[in-house]
């Protein structure tokens, strides 16, 4: 498996290499404004060197996150994302709604995969029309992507698993996209064993290539019933992924019984079965073992069932399915 290459796709450039991190000041120049988490920070302060003006993204929603930081001053016309999920969306939140063309550049300190995809909130107060945008640069060191500390790792690694799996079988699913969903399963059950050290290479590129994939063939059902976790139940998005793929994935099946069963041929695996493994190593088995109230399960469920994506794993959920399964994952299994 060749971990050190470059990657042209369109309008955009992917570095993905062990120490590819050393080489963002000659592919990113100096003079731009860097975007990042206290932790990555703190991590690696050389960044900084080339920067004109650091902003530090703490807690909060990416809408609120890139509002505030339009309202309080001007930003460059290169922006870079040193960060997770969190951090990199709000980076293409400023980029989409800037008034003249801007370059965002990405380079990803969690499994998110954020960085490979052109989905993410609108900054609040953007101007009408902003649109959406995907990082035109992505530098991914697998050092750097997966530096999480376990569990967190874990987490992290099952939101892109879930990528993986919803990515292989929605109803717009296309044979390349697919294809890199489904190598993305394999590497990630490679790069998450059941037992000792993650493996950070297949980790990181799994992760990689499920942005790439979920970027073309879209989701449905898990992430819907996922995000509405993250946005109303104060759940981290690592652990809600991971608590609900093991209820989610059986739903998928299914639907998308010949699409499924291609993954778990490919990676030896039950989907099901795999989806437990990362939830285990996440410590997020359940709903109710990451602090989810199991009152508010009924009013999740409406909140999703009001989501269009739900369409693209038909049949569509309904509020009544959807509250099955956020039963389900709330109770604690085995």
Do not use: C
Request: glycine content about 8%.
């Amino acid at each position: 498996m060749d971990y050190d290459f470059t990657w042209r796709d369109g309008e955009r450039t992917i570095r993905f290499a062990r120490g590819a991190i050393l080489e963002a000041p000659r592919l990113i120049g100096e003079g731009f404004t860097l975007v990042t988490s206290a932790r990555a920070r703190a991590q690696h302060p050389n960044l900084e060197l080339g920067a004109e003006q650091v902003i530090e993204v703490g807690p909060g929603f990416v809408d609120e996150i890139a509002g505030d930081i339009l309202a309080n001053g001007t930003l460059s016309t290169r922006i870079v994302a040193l960060g997770g999920g969190r951090v990199i969306d709000t980076a293409k939140a400023l980029g989409a709604a800037a008034a003249q063309p801007t370059l965002v550049a990405a380079i990803p300190t969690t499994l998110s995969a954020a960085e490979m995809t052109w989905v993410h909130r609108q900054a609040r107060g953007a101007p009408a029309g902003s649109g959406t945008m995907r990082p035109q640069l992505v530098i991914a060191d697998p050092t750097v992507s997966a530096s999480q500390p376990m569990p967190d790792l874990a987490a992290s690694a099952a939101n892109a698993l879930a990528h993986a799996i919803e990515g292989a079988v929605t109803g717009v699913a296309s044979p390349v996209p697919t294809m890199a969903a489904i190598r993305a399963a394999v590497l990630l059950a490679e790069g998450l064993p059941e037992e000792g050290e993650p493996l950070l290479d297949p980790l990181a590129l799994g992760a990689l290539l499920s942005g790439y994939a979920i970027d073309a063939n879209w989701y449905g059902i898990h992430h819907v019933m996922s995000q509405t976790l993250v946005r109303n139940a104060g759940v981290s998005h690592g652990d809600a992924n991971a608590a609900m793929l093991p209820v989610t994935s059986a739903a998928l099946r299914e639907r998308r019984v010949e699409e499924i069963a291609a993954i778990d041929e490919a990676t030896g695996v039950p989907v099901e079965q795999l989806a437990r493994r990362f939830a285990r190593r996440a410590q997020a088995e359940s709903l109710q073992a990451i602090g989810v109230d199991e009152a508010i399960l009924p009013q999740l469920a409406e909140m999703a069932s009001q989501r269009s994506e739900l369409a693209l794993t038909p049949p569509p959920a309904g509020a009544d399915e959807l509250l099955k399964l956020y039963r389900a994952a709330w109770q604690p299994q085995g």
